[in-house]
């Protein structure tokens, strides 16, 4: 088992930038895959990004392609957020998730395939 803990959320303007991180303990992260999701009030959680094991390969949903940027930092055991041009849409509770790689290269985009979660870090945006 891996304990992950999440920072950085807080509250931004639209137009603005936050960088959420996700520290890994018990457990190097080198081995692990890792994913970000959100969850909004009375949605359902929801992926927004994930990365591989080597950090080689990265996925995003359609609704933050190109604002979110995901990053790994192994000898740091944290994996990164980096969300720019945030709107309202965007205000959610942030999950930081992690699995076991089962190929350095895979990623995963299922709530399901992760076994282990974060406490979660409240974004919010103001119009």
């Known amino acids: 088992q891996v304990q992950l803990v999440e920072a950085g959320g807080g509250l931004v303007q639209a137009g603005g930038s936050l960088r959420l991180s996700c520290l890994a303990s018990?457990?190097?992260?080198?081995?692990?895959?890792v994913g970000w999701f959100r969850q909004a009030p009375g949605k359902e959680r929801e992926f927004a990004a994930a990365i591989s094991q080597t950090g080689s390969r990265t996925s995003y949903a359609d609704s933050v392609k190109g604002r979110f940027t995901i990053s790994k930092d192994d000898a740091k055991n944290t994996v990164y957020l980096q969300m720019n041009s945030l709107n309202p849409e965007d205000t959610a509770v942030y999950y930081c998730a992690a699995r076991r790689a089962t190929y350095s290269v895979a990623i995963h985009i299922s709530r399901t395939d992760y076994d282990n979660w974060g406490q979660g870090t409240q974004v919010t945006v103001s119009s």
């Open positions: 018990g457990r190097t992260f080198s081995t692990y895959a």
